[in-house]
């Protein structure tokens, strides 16, 4: 170690930070956009084949079960693209797989080589070349490995901090280790 800053952290790993992560990760890239514009195309569609359908009830016109089936499933569709649903889907089963290891008591240390990890029976060391972007919420540090749609993440909650005023300087510490790419998220 250079003799730099290290940051310890300790705190209980929560569901809502690990589903906050992901939901960031998609933010940056694009998911949430993608998925509104597909989900309102789809409404759009479904609706107006729907509009069509009802337009044709009592005629000599009159349309089968096909277009019904169709213009339901659009409409479905649609609004699952739209709520991100499916997403959401990805990430809960995603928790499931790994909720033993997310409900413990976490420690945590970033120094100038690598982030630490340990929990009971655990110990993960993570180099820093190993993330590709940093995403900073509001109370929550997510750092990317891998593609950030399909890659893993590292995540951390301010509140893991013994003094909560050391955070802007947790932010910018990862953000000089991790220089390809920041994104400041709502989530």
Same mark, same amino acid.
């Given at each position: 170690?250079?003799? =730099?800053?290290? &940051? ?11 589903? @906050? =992560? ?5 933010? @940056? ?10 989900? =309102? ?5 479904? $609706?107006?084949?729907? #509009? ?7 005629? !000599? ?11 339901? *499933? ?5 609004? $699952? ?13 995603? *928790? @499931? !797989? ?14 100038? @080589?690598?982030? !630490?990890?340990?929990?009971? =029976?655990? %110990? ?9 972007? !940093? ?16 890659? #893993? ?7 893991? $901090? ?10 910018? &510490?990862?953000? %000089? ?5 920041? &994104?400041?998220?709502?989530?």
């Amino acid at each position: 170690m250079d003799g =730099g800053p290290v &940051f310890q952290l300790s705190y209980r790993a929560s569901r809502d930070d690990y589903v @906050r =992560g992901f939901l960031a990760r998609f933010d @940056r890239c694009g998911v949430r956009t993608r998925s509104r514009i597909e989900g =309102g195309i789809f409404l759009a569609l479904g $609706l107006l084949t729907m #509009g069509l359908n009802l337009q044709s009830l009592g005629t !000599v016109d009159e349309v089968g079960p096909l277009p019904w089936l169709l213009s339901g *499933f659009m409409l479905l569709y649609g609004l $699952l693209r739209w709520t991100m649903w499916d997403r959401r889907w990805t990430i809960g089963r995603s *928790f @499931r !797989v790994n909720a033993a290891l997310l409900d413990v008591e976490l420690h945590e240390s970033l120094d100038d @080589r690598e982030v !630490v990890t340990r929990g009971p =029976g655990q %110990e993960n060391r993570l180099a820093w070349s190993q993330f590709t972007a !940093v995403i900073e919420c509001d109370d929550l540090l997510v750092l990317c490995l891998g593609d950030g749609k399909k890659g #893993g993440q590292w995540t951390t909650p301010k509140r893991g $901090l013994a003094d909560p005023d050391q955070w802007p300087d947790l932010v910018a &510490f990862a953000r %000089e280790r991790v220089p390809s790419e920041y &994104f400041r998220s709502r989530r």
